[in-house]
């Protein structure tokens, strides 16, 4: 499972450019959840900590109640929860059965804090995303 987690860890551009190493370490943080059909995974507008990576199953994305996105293997959502503990910015859910690998913020942070490099990459990563973003 381990190798999954890494490989799926490896798809999401906030990861980008870490080594397998630090993706590991990331990847042993990740917990198993699934979230049945028809379930609000995340609710826009509510409290967050966590993010998530689907392993299969999908889900709909939607923003002011309108779909914006379907969500399938490899797709990942909550990676700003995850780094601001802020409330969530669209409401994911589950359009199938959903298997997802989380990670929460409490659990993340302290990796990130007492590793250099993998804070530096994160930051470039993200400033990297909102270049791109504001280009758009």
Not at 18 to 34: C, F, M, Y
Not at 70 to 80: A, K, R, S
Not at 96 to 118: K, Q
């Amino acid at each position: 499972m381990a190798n999954a987690t890494k490989d799926l860890l490896k798809q999401v551009p906030l990861f980008s450019g870490l080594s397998g190493k630090e993706l590991s370490s990331i990847s042993s943080l990740l917990r198993a959840r699934t979230f049945p059909a028809g379930s609000e995974v995340v609710t826009e507008g509510k409290g967050g900590a966590g993010f998530f990576i689907i392993e299969s199953g999908t889900a709909h994305v939607s923003v002011e109640g309108k779909e914006v996105r379907v969500l399938g293997p490899g797709d990942h959502f909550g990676e700003i929860a995850l780094i601001t503990d802020s409330i969530r910015t669209a409401t994911i859910t589950a359009e199938t059965d959903l298997n997802c690998h989380g990670l929460t913020i409490w659990e993340f942070r302290p990796l990130v804090e007492s590793n250099a490099s993998v804070a530096w990459k994160l930051l470039q990563n993200v400033a990297r995303q909102l270049a791109e973003a504001q280009h758009r």
